[in-house]
Every structure is written in C-alpha cells, then in structure tokens.
C-alpha cells in the first residue's frame, strides 16, 4: 500500500524490533520518515505498537548513520571514504585471495535475525554454492537455535504449530523464561485483553525473577535458574501419577514415552520442589491446571534457549504436550516467541551453519543434492560450518582469515567480550555491512559497507506465527547506503568473475522478488512450503502464514491438526534428557549467579534505540540488580557503584535494590555494550558455554562476585544537541575513568548524558578537553572551580535556559539541575547556587529528577504515577487524569505492580 495526503505519504512496513512482526504505518514524505501508527489491518498486532515500535520514527539520526564506504588500507590506519566498485572490487580479491591460499573455510560470513529473506537467500547461495563453505551462521544462534534443535527433535520440522489467535482462546497459558511484557509487549496486550475478558483463564509464569509479566500471573514458580528440565520433568511426574495424560494420544501418535516415563520417575515432586528452589503446593497446582485444563498453551523465550541445556529444555517443555495430547488444537501447543523480526525467515533460507534453504540440514547428502541441483552447482560442502561462537574462536586462532558480517554486532552482543574484541582486532579483513556506523563492532571494521535498514528497503520477513509480511521501502536510503540484498549480490557476482569466470552466474537477480521467486521453490514438498505464494498476493490478501502450497488460497494458521509429524514415522518424539545443572557453578570467588535479559525500551545492542532520547526514559544507564538482602550483607546502598566480576572479564557499574530477584542473584540488562558504558558491557562477564546440540550459549547463567569499590571523584555532564557525534567524540576521553555511563536524556531537545566516576581528580588538560567537546570552554557560560577541593561547576544559558552542564568531583546537585534544564528554567536560585561554594542543591528540590519515566509515550513520571495511587486513583483513574498506559501500555504491567505495593502498603484505616 501507497497512499498519498497531500505531501504525506503512508507506507505499510513491518517493525524492525521483536519476532511478533507487528504491523507499521510509516508517514513520510519520500524522503525522511515523519511518524508510525500500527496498522489497523495487520494481523499480528491490530493498530498496536509498543513503546518501541510507536518510536520507529524517533530512530532516524543521520549522524548515526554509515553513509559512504570506507575502507582501511592497513591495520592501525583509519578508514577512508571509497566509492562502491573500489569498494568491492577490493574485497572481492580479498575473499578470492584468501580462498585460493588457506581454501573456502578461511572465510565465513556472520549474519543476522535483522535481515530480510531475500538478504539471507542471498547470502546462503553466496557461501553455500559459490565460495563452498557452510561457514555462514546468524545472531539467531544467540536466541533461537535451542527452540530449532527442540522443535526439529520432538516435532520433526523447525516449525512452531500456533498462532497468535491460540494465546487468546487457550485455557491455560504457561510462560516460561520469557518478561514477555518487556520483549513481546504487544503480544502481552493481547494476552492481558483475554484475560480481562475471560478472567478464568490461568497463567502460569516460571521465571527466576518475578518480572513484570508476573503481574498478569496466577501462578508464578520463582524456580532457580537453569532448573527448567527438572520441572518439566517434576510436572510430567505428576501428570502420569494422577492420570492425567492423554494415553490414546500418546499411543496413537508418538514415540519414546516408556524411555521417558523410566527417566521422569525419579524426579518425584519433593526432589523436584527442593531442586527447582520452589514448594511443592505450587509444583503441584501447576501439573494440576496443565494435566486438566482444556488448552494449554506455552510460550518461551531466552530463558530456555539462552542455555547450556537449551535443547533439552525445549524438548521437555513439548513432551508436556505430547504427553496431554495438547498440541494441534484451539488454544493448545508449544509457541516459542521469536527473539528478532525476521529471525524465522533466517531459519527458513537456511541461515544457521548446519542448515540449508527450506529446513533442510547440511549433514543429510540428499538435502545436499536437491539445493545443488537446484542451483546448479556440482556439489554443496559437506562439512557442517562454524556456529557462532565456534566461529569467534576460529578468527580468534587464526584459522577464519576473512570474515564478512552483517548488519550485527558481535562486539556487543556475543558472550565473552575480551574473546571477541581480541579476535576481531586479530583478523586480517574484516567487512562490516552495517546501517549505524557507531555499533561497537565498526570499530574492527577494514571495509565498512552502508547497508538500508528499516523503512528503506523492500522485501518478506516472517513472524513467530510463521506470517510472511510483504515491506516496501518508503524512503531513499540515506548518503550511498543500498539495500543488504543489493550490495551481496554485486559482491557475489564480482567474486564469481574471480572463482568461476567462464560459468553463467548464480547471482542474476534484479530485485528482491527476483529472490524470493527463486527461493520459494526450494520450499515446495517442505512442511514449510511457500510455492503458492507470491509478492501479489502478499499485497491482495495481506500477510500469510506457511505453509501456502500451490494448491491452497491462503495460508494455514495451525499445525498438526491432523496429527501427523514431518518425522520419518509420522509419529511425534519424546526426548528422555536428564537433567543437567548450568555449566559455571557458584563458588566461595563467585557467589552470585548473574542473569542477563532486555529492558522495556531498549532493543539488543541499542544501535538503533541508542538514538532515540525518549528511550533512555525508563532506564537511562545500566545497573545491576541484587536483592535487598544481598544488598544489606554486602552493606551496599542504592546507586553506589561497585565492581562485578565473572570469570572472564569485569565491569564497573551502579547498584540498586531489586525485590524481583531472589537473594544469591544479580540481574543485568543486556543492551549495554561499550559505547554507552565503559569496558566491553555486560557481555564481558557472560559465558560461551554452549548447548552440544542447538551450540546456543549460556547468555543467561554466569557466575559472578560484586564488590563495593571506592571511587570519590565524580562526573556529571549533560550537554542539548549534537547528541551521536558528541558521544562518539567524548567516549575515548573517559577511558581514563575508572567508570563511566553514556546515555540521552530530554524529548523534543534530546541531550547527551554523561556519568563517570575515579578514585582521585583526573589531569586538568582531560577536563578541559571535556569541556570543549561539551561546548562549556567559551560562550554564555556560568562558573565556578575550586582547584583546592578538586570540585568545579559549569552551565552554560542561552536564551534564558540551561543548555549544559558539568559538574566535577562533586555530583549532588545533579538531579536538581536536570529537573531544571527540562522545565527550561534558569533562574536567580541557580545564579546563587553556581557562584557559591555550595556542592549540593539548595533546599530539598530536585528529587524528581531522579524519577524514571514509566509512560514513554505521554512522558509521565513513576514520581507523578504513585503520586496519583496516593491520591486514591486507580488504573482507569491514572490513564484519564495522567494520560499514562492510555496508548500503547507498555507500561501497565508496571503501573499495576505500583498500584498492588502502594495499595498493600497504605495504612489500614481503623
Ligand atoms: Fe515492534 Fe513492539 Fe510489535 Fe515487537 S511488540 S514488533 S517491538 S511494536
């Protein structure tokens, strides 16, 4: 669709962030995106948006942004602008090179779950038939691979068997390892509406911490972390004890269940209740609801797969349904949440090492003979390729010595950062293809390629729900930057003249449908078989879920009805894996066992929402979560920094007190990578441990030590304007800081936020470097230093209102000149306050500052929300009189958690 309003036009797209895939409205006026709505007509989401979806269109910061090519001659040099045929050319006789010299497995390519089909189609026929290696992995290894191992297992096919609509017809949903209220949100909407309409329907959460999902549960099992197989086990141990299994299902349609019921047998509810760190009433309630309810639904995400027992998680958690016969009806199966938006289409191309296009696997030599016919080649490799961590290690060794990623940020976002960062400064050529020039991994960069990202390129993505989604660009990419399909296939033609001269080419495509053409026959006969579809009917009939085969009219929303399974019987499978604890135990070094997961406004390694100041409102910089009690035996206070410690590597960072994690836990957002904070972010300390059948790593179990570490010295700098360049400019200045956090604040005059932090006052030549990149060395500027106490302030007002500040050696008054530079205030208080001794505020103003932003979208603060609970108001009364949850209520769950504590702490009236 392409609608024309006057100069606004509107463009159906789909968003870039979450596997739900929900439908956007972009307006735009063909060059720059102006505003998102959710697509009233799309099926996932029905007009809804999350915070981070309804702020798409805050996302587009030019300076942000890789605009041109740029290619580094030599390591240590910079990178300097090229054009795109130097560009490639070059790399096309490094990759020719190197293949020539070491063979196809000194290359490989990492790619990601961001990308469209028709990109990942693309790159598949790249390593797969022209260079000959299966060295082509994803970032969906780091999210999805345990739930492809645990439904190809079980279920025979890489194929979750619901749809949405089940979440809202079931009886009983259980939600495992997923804050989908944070990761999923708009798919939590739709889950709390059918509870408010069918109050009786049961939710089950089992989640270490009690996260704002729980709000919505009825039964929250706080299990410990890593003991989901057990539980399942537990569960399926009651289940047979009581009966409560469906016996004609069992036998009619699956196999392994006597393996399974001898293994199952030992895990009695008492063993499993001490082991899973829950009591056995709530054990037993849960087997209750699952083994008698009508339909039972369940939905999973990073805390079963992120796992060095990922696979066996999965497969427990769907022996439950095949055990009760739950699966293939209304309301009933097994639904994993898909982390990325089109990290089902990656699955589906083959985009993980040891798959093909069209769920086929690399190790079966007939699934090997069908895509080379197909595409004409003699042979496909036959050796399975690198995973991603496998991968990281063999650039690491040497053996991978020209790698080509796309579009992700391994810099950030693998596990055991000091690993990575060494092996990527090691490899000898590196091509970056990359929308954001500022992701951590730019940095390692030899050949940066400026790809499209969202709204400027066209193509399919899929969604959880197995529903393709046609996108159409809406604006012009920005500077030389081309869509990721292009700039493969122009590289895949020039490394063709140079490996295959004289044969036709693989790579004669003109457009993405081109691709999508070709590749759909590769799905025909597959249980994913998408031959009858076409970008038509895409654009006729809306967006489809597989399979569509030829002889069908649309596309086919259950699986399994029929129960029959794509596996060599027909029948489903019960896998008996025992129990296994997560790999890196506590200690008397490390005690503490840390859990990594997303925040409500951040999405991965904050490439994108990094650029947007209004997503910095819930939660501006990183900090670490221990309980109350932890906090107390460590004789922590809020916001004090300390130093925690894994195995691998260790970060600096700000504590607070935290309720929803249980004592012995820390918690830590993932997003965090060193850009906005110093030393290589969370990933640092997580470990790459990974799962033997998915190689899925254990992102979600480390163990760590906290301790308090002194650093008096303090900065406090927020500067309006200029907000990535700045950033960019003032991150390698705080390396001398023994912590530092960067982050944006403000919404329509977004500013640069930063925090640091030393043990004694830094030279005053890095001072006054921050200064000038501050814009605080010259001009409207209101000072005050004392040399003697190594403590200075400065703001500088324009026009009337901050527009700077920086305070050095002492922090206190920070929160009360934030609160004054957002209500634009400057008046003779500060005047006072600046050209006096004084450090801290004046009076007691200023607290409010300090309070997050809960509602994003109407700007209200947790401050004014409990204010309002006090007041007496209610959830219906806090969205008429503040505005906030009124729009896309990502912050609900949490207004509700607000009102349940206010409410039970309210002194009871005699
Ligand atoms: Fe995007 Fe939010 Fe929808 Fe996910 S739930 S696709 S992040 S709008």
Known sequence: ???????????????????????????????????????????????????????????????????????????????????????????????????????????????????????????????????????????????????????????????????????????????????????????????????????????????????????????????????????FHGILHILMWEGWLDRSFIEQHTEGFDSLKTLVRDFTPQMVAELCGINVVDLQTCAHWIGTTPSFLSLWCQGLNQSSAGSAKNSALINLHLATGQIGRAGSGPFSLTGQANAMGGRETGSLAHLLPGHRVVANAEHRREIADYWGVEQLPGSTGLTAVELFEAVGDGRIKALWIACTNPAQSMPDQNKIHQALALCPFVVLQEAFSTTETCHYADLLLPASSWGEKEGTLTNSERRISHVQAAVTAPGEARPDWSITLDFARRLEQRLRPALPSLFAFDSPQALFDEYKGLTAQRDLDISGLSYSILDQQGPQQWPFRADLQSGTSRLYADAQFPTASGRAQFVADPYRAPAEKRDARFTLSLNTGRLRDQWHGMSRTGTAARLFGHVEEALLSLHPDEMRRRRLLDGQLVSVKSRRGSLVLPVQSDDSVRSGHAYLPMHWGNRFLKGLGTNVLTSPVFDPLSKQPELKHASVEVSKVDLPWQLFALVEGDVQNRLSALRPLLEGFAYASLGLAGRERPALLIRAAAASAPDSQLLAQIDQLLGLDEGPIMAYDDPRKAVGKRVRIEEGRITAIRLAGETAARDWLKSLWSEGRADEELRRWLLAPLTTPPGNSGASAGSKILCSCINVSQEAICAGISRGLDLNGLKQELGCGSQCGSCVPEIKRLLATQVAQAPVQL
């Open 1 to 231: 669709m392409q609608t024309s309003i006057a100069a606004t036009q509107t463009t159906r797209s789909i968003c870039c962030y979450c596997g739900v895939g929900c439908g956007v409205l972009i307006e735009h006026d063909g060059e720059t995106i102006l505003n998102v709505k959710g697509d009233p007509e799309h099926p996932a989401n029905f007009g809804k948006l999350c915070s981070k979806g309804s702020s798409l269109h805050l996302t587009g910061d030019l300076s942000a942004r890789a605009l041109y090519p740029e290619l580094r001659l030599g390591k240590g040099l910079a990178r300097a602008r090229t054009d795109w045929d130097s560009a490639l050319d070059h790399a096309a006789n490094q990759f020719a090179a190197t293949i020539a010299e070491h063979g196809p497995d000194s290359v490989a390519f990492y790619v990601s779950g961001q990308l469209l089909t028709e990109d990942y189609y693309a790159f598949n026929k790249l390593a797969r038939a022209l260079v000959g290696t299966n060295n082509i992995d994803s970032n969906s290894r780091l999210c999805m691979s345990s739930a492809v191992t645990g439904y190809t297992r079980s279920l025979g096919a890489d194929a979750p068997p619901c749809s949405y609509e089940d979440i809202e017809q079931s009886d009983c949903v259980m939600i495992v390892g997923s804050n989908m209220a944070y990761a999923h949100p708009v798919l939590f909407r739709r889950l709390e509406e059918a509870k408010a309409k069918r109050p009786q329907m049961q939710i089950i959460v089992i989640d270490p911490r009690r996260t704002d999902t729980c709000e919505l549960a009825d039964l929250h099992l706080a299990i410990q972390p890593g003991t989901d197989v057990a539980l």
